[in-house]
């Protein structure tokens, strides 16, 4: 299978861990997104609310998709990664994925984990998108 590598200029790069930060199936046109964090190009938290690594995190889904040929109207599927209890961080980070996903409504999973990427990591978003053919 041939697959495209993308990792847009402006995030960190995954290529010290073997990792990228999305691959893309020309063929089916889905676009596989690696954990999303709100870490700015030296692996370093930007924000430190859980709000506000969500938003981080979002945008850096949507640099992700755009570079693949896709948006957030293409997403099928978000795996949500909450350190902690998730019950807990819900009051923050709903809004953020309304305000983001509305009317979009992919098909969400969220999960409560005990760590992350780094310590002061507290949110992970990844994703599957579908690109049209024509744009793959």
Request: charged share 20%.
């Amino acid at each position: 299978m041939n697959t495209t590598l993308v990792n847009p200029a402006g995030l960190y790069d995954g290529a010290a861990v073997g990792m990228s930060q999305a691959t893309l199936d020309p063929g089916s046109g889905f676009v596989f997104v690696s954990g999303q964090v709100d870490w700015d190009t030296a692996s370093r938290v930007r924000h430190h609310t859980l709000e506000g690594q969500a938003e981080g995190a979002i945008g850096h889904l949507m640099l992700v998709l755009k570079d693949a040929g896709a948006s957030l109207q293409d997403v099928l599927q978000l795996r949500v990664y909450v350190r902690g209890e998730l019950a807990d961080g819900m009051p923050q980070i709903a809004p953020v994925f309304a305000r983001h996903f509305g009317a979009i409504r992919p098909a969400l999973t969220g999960v409560g984990v005990a760590s992350l990427a780094s310590r002061d990591t507290l949110i992970e978003i990844e994703a599957l998108a579908r690109v049209s053919r024509k744009a793959a």
